[in-house]
C-alpha cells in the first residue's frame, strides 16, 4: 500500500457532527459557524475569529480589512504557495519579496528593512510547514515603520513562537483548513485578530457589504463559511494537540534515523519554537533521483516549492526580475517526506530504510 504524503484523520466523530447539522436544516452560515469562531479565538488567545471560505479568501479579505490597495506595497517571501502574494495583487497592491533565512526557509527578518519606503503598508510573513518565522524581529520592525504585520499561518495551526500561538502576535492572521492541513474542514479558513475594528470590517466584507439585511455599505463578497464545515472543524480543533503531538513524534523519529546521513540535511528548529510539521521537510543534495527512487517504493513526496514565486509565468508577466539566492537553492533542493499522523511504526521505518537503500545503491 501507498505511503501517502498527506491524509486527513476523518472519524465518527466528524461524521456524527456533520449529520446533526443536515438534520438541523440550518446549513450555511448559522450557529455552528459562530460556535466554531469562539472556540477557535479561545485556542488562539485572540479576541475575534472570523472564519470563512477558504485561506486563500482570508488572506484577501485580510488585505482589505486593513485598507492596502493601489500603489502599496507590502513585502513578503518568495518562498510559499502563490496564494500569499496572489492575495497582494488581489487588492491592487505590489509584492515585494525579500529572500529567506536557509535554516528555516521562513522569511529573513535581515533582509526586510532594506525594503521599506514610504509604498510600504505592511509585512505579510508566511510560518512555512508549520515552522513559526523570527516574529519578535519582524514586531519590532513593523512598530518602528508603522506597518501592519500579517500573518499566514495557513501551515501552522497550533504552532507556537517563545510560548505563544502564531496568529495572535501580527495585527491579523490568517488560517487555511484545505484538506492536506494540520486540521481541515475539507476547505474553509479563519482570520484572527484583537483588533475590535478589523473584526467589525471583515465580517462586512465576507457577508456581501451588509451592515444589515439588504443594507450593502461597502463591497463585500460571498466568503462566509457553511455550519456544515463548520461542524467538522469544531472535532478537528478537540484533536489537533493530539495530533500535533503525532507530527512532531514522528518528525522527531526522522531526525533521529536521518540526521547523519550524507547528502540530507533534516529540519532545524530554533528551541524557542513549536514546530508542527504540517510538512517535514529534507535538504537533498541530489533531489530528483531520490524523489523518483521513492515513489517507485510506493512512498509518496512532493516538493513544496519547485520555483520562487517570482519566477513563476504570472509574475515573469508582471515584470519580476530579481534573483534571491536563499529562495533559489531551496527550490531546487527540498523535498516533503510523509509525516502526518495516521502514519504506522511500520511506515516510518520503510520511509527511513528506503531512504537508507537509495544512499547504500550509489
Request: hydrophobic share 40%; with cysteine; glycine share 6%.
Amino acid at each position: 500500500m501507498k505511503i501517502t504524503i498527506s491524509k486527513p484523520v476523518i472519524s465518527v466523530d466528524e461524521i456524527n457532527a456533520v449529520e446533526q447539522v443536515l438534520s438541523s436544516g440550518y446549513l450555511a452560515y448559522g450557529p455552528r459557524a459562530r460556535e466554531f469562531e469562539k472556540l477557535f479565538a479561545e485556542y488562539i488567545g485572540v479576541e475575534h475569529a472570523i472564519s470563512i471560505v477558504n485561506g486563500t479568501a482570508a488572506l484577501h479579505t485580510a488585505l482589505l480589512a486593513l485598507g492596502i490597495g493601489e500603489g502599496d506595497e507590502v513585502i513578503t517571501t518568495p518562498f510559499s504557495f502563490v496564494a500569499s502574494s496572489n492575495a497582494i495583487l488581489y487588492v491592487g497592491a505590489k509584492p515585494v519579496f525579500v529572500d529567506i533565512d536557509p535554516a528555516t526557509y521562513n522569511i529573513d527578518p535581515d533582509r526586510v528593512v532594506e525594503k521599506i519606503n514610504d509604498k510600504t503598508k505592511a509585512i505579510l510573513v508566511v510560518h512555512l510547514y508549520g515552522q513559526p518565522c523570527e516574529m519578535k524581529a519582524l514586531r519590532e520592525i513593523a512598530d518602528d515603520h508603522g506597518l501592519f504585520l500579517v500573518e499566514d499561518a495557513s501551515q501552522a495551526h497550533g504552532a507556537e513562537y517563545r510560548g505563544v500561538k502564531v496568529g495572535s502576535i501580527g495585527d491579523i492572521a490568517t488560517f487555511s483548513f484545505y484538506a492536506t492541513k494540520n486540521m481541515t474542514t475539507g476547505e474553509g479558513g479563519m482570520i484572527t485578530t484583537n483588533s475590535e475594528e478589523l473584526s467589525k470590517k471583515i465580517r462586512l466584507i465576507i457577508n456581501h457589504g451588509q451592515s444589515t439585511k439588504y443594507t450593502h455599505v461597502v463591497l463585500g463578497y460571498n466568503y462566509r463559511l457553511t455550519d456544515i464545515q463548520a461542524s467538522i472543524g469544531i472535532q478537528q480543533l478537540k484533536k489537533l494537540d493530539r495530533l500535533n503531538e503525532m507530527r512532531i513524534r514522528n518528525a522527531k523519529f526522522y531526525d533521529k534515523k536521518l540526521s547523519k546521513l550524507s547528502g540530507v540535511e533534516t529540519p532545524f528548529a530554533p528551541g524557542y519554537v513549536k514546530h508542527v510539521y504540517h510538512q517535514y521537510v529534507l535538504w537533498v543534495e541530489e533531489r530528483d533521483g531520490l524523489k523518483s527512487f521513492l515513489e517507485n517504493k510506493g512512498i509518496q513526496t512532493a516538493i513544496h516549492y519547485p520555483m520562487p514565486i517570482y519566477k513563476q509565468p504570472l509574475y515573469r508577466e508582471l515584470g519580476y526580475e530579481i534573483h534571491l539566492e536563499n529562495a533559489e537553492k531551496a527550490s531546487n533542493h527540498v523535498l516533503s517526506i510523509p509525516v502526518h499522523p495516521l502514519l504506522t511504526e511500520e511506515d516510518l521505518n520503510k520511509v527511513v530504510d528506503m531512504i537508507y537503500e537509495y544512499y547504500e545503491e550509489r
